[in-house]
T-cell receptor, first 120, second 114 residues
Framework: AQKITQTQPGMFVQEKEAVTLDCTYD???????LFWYKQPSSGEMIFLIY??????QNATEGRYSLNFQKARKSANLVISASQLGDSAMYFC?????????????????FGKGTHLIIQP | TAGITQAPTSQILAAGRSMTLRCTQD?????MYWYRQDLGLGLRLIHY???????GKGEVPDGYSVSRANTDDFPLTLASAVPSQTSVYFC?????????????FGEGSRLTVL
């Protein structure tokens, strides 16, 4: 079974609209972390936002927020007021185990990504 | 701030030849990783190292080897390249004993095996 599932291979969104990128995860660990990365066409991996499994509040970073629904094992990324520069690949990822172990022996497990295109 | 430096940026390699992708970090992170990225498959972990002197296998280790002689360097070697190893390779690191386990990535190395 996949540990990280991103069900939207591609999305087209009008500029200034809000965007929700779906991510569900599978783990039996009680302590874990969820991440979103952005990969623009230039290819670099840009860290966007993090949610710990014990965090009670949804994480927010500027226009990015993470809609964390623990019981459903979902960690959707919400981008408010989308901009043309938001066009990119977006990856959801999970770290199993506590963060102090330096990312864990297995690092992060990534989903297959969602290709987001913002249209003017 | 350099962060993670990968070399080469891109390379075309004949099948059967060997190749080493270099990765150097200046953040003194203990943990380092090699991922490969393929269209439709996301990023998959090849090998990792939690600290200098130790390495481990990830999800797709076959055909690859790594070494970790010191904290800063984590080279990835393809002993005898095959076309299925055509991919974009990312080196990454993470800090331990602090924070989230966020990965810091290099710029990537695009390898084409013909």
């Amino acid at each position: 079974a996949q540990k990280i599932t991103q069900t939207q291979p591609g999305m087209f969104v009008q500029e200034k609209e809000a965007v929700t990128l779906d991510c569900t995860y599978d783990t039996s660990d009680q302590s874990y972390g969820l991440f979103w990365y952005k990969q623009p066409s230039s290819g670099e991996m840009i860290f966007l936002i993090y949610q710990g499994s014990y965090d009670e509040q949804n994480a927010t970073e500027g226009r990015y927020s993470l809609n964390f629904q623990k019981a459903r094992k979902s960690a959707n990324l919400v981008i408010s007021a989308s901009q043309l520069g938001d066009s990119a690949m977006y990856f959801c990822a999970m770290r199993e185990g506590p963060g102090y172990s330096g990312g864990g022996a297995d690092g992060l497990t990534f989903g297959k990504g969602t290709h987001l295109i913002i249209q003017p | 701030t350099a962060g993670i430096t990968q070399a080469p940026t891109s390379q075309i390699l004949a099948a059967g030849r060997s190749m080493t992708l270099r990765c150097t970090q200046d953040m003194r992170h203990n943990a380092m990783y090699w991922y490969r990225q393929d269209l439709g498959l996301g990023l998959r972990l090849i090998h990792y190292s939690n600290t200098a002197g130790t390495t481990g296998k990830g999800e797709v280790p076959d055909g690859y080897s790594v070494s970790r002689a010191n904290t800063d360097d984590f080279p990835l070697t393809l002993a005898s390249a095959v076309p299925s190893q055509t991919s974009v390779y990312f080196c990454a690191s993470s800090a331990d004993r602090a924070g989230t386990g966020e990965l810091f990535f290099g710029e990537g190395s695009r390898l084409t095996v013909l």
